[in-house]
């Protein structure tokens, strides 16, 4: 059973940083494409990055230079490393999966499996 479990959202300054955590299970991580969402009130589901098998990675205009995927395959956990933040990235934050190939892109319809999302505020 596949299951993603999000952690490392909180309340920061602008100009601060933070760390959010994916927590894979049932599969492993590194074999299929992985991406960071994110959905702020009243607004679409924004694909924020990804990162293929092989570490290929994608991230959006508005977080490039600042956001970095990464995962951990001991650990079978995706990472957000979010810094410089803008009150403008605040939103819930969503990890996800998708088993199909060929895949890299940043539109949640090509993701299947959801994680429950973890809230990032920023103050400015």
């Known amino acids: 059973q596949v299951q993603l479990v999000e952690s490392g959202g909180g309340s920061v300054q602008a100009g601060g940083s933070l760390r959010l955590s994916c927590a894979a299970s049932?599969?492993?991580?590194?074999?299929?494409?992985m991406a960071w969402f994110r959905q702020a009130p009243g607004k679409e589901r924004e694909g924020v990055a990804v990162i293929r098998p092989g570490a290929f990675t994608r991230y959006a205009d508005s977080v490039k230079g600042r956001f970095t995927i990464s995962h951990d395959n001991a650990k079978n956990t995706l990472y957000l490393q979010m810094n410089n933040l803008k009150p403008e990235d605040a939103a819930m934050y969503y990890c996800?999966?998708?088993?199909?190939?060929?895949?890299?892109?940043?539109?949640?319809?090509?993701?299947?499996?959801w994680g429950q999302g973890t809230q990032v505020t920023v103050s400015s």
């Open positions: 049932g599969y492993t991580i590194n074999s299929v494409c």
């Open positions: 996800a999966a998708t088993f199909d190939f060929p895949c890299g892109s940043l539109s949640a319809g090509e993701y299947g499996s």
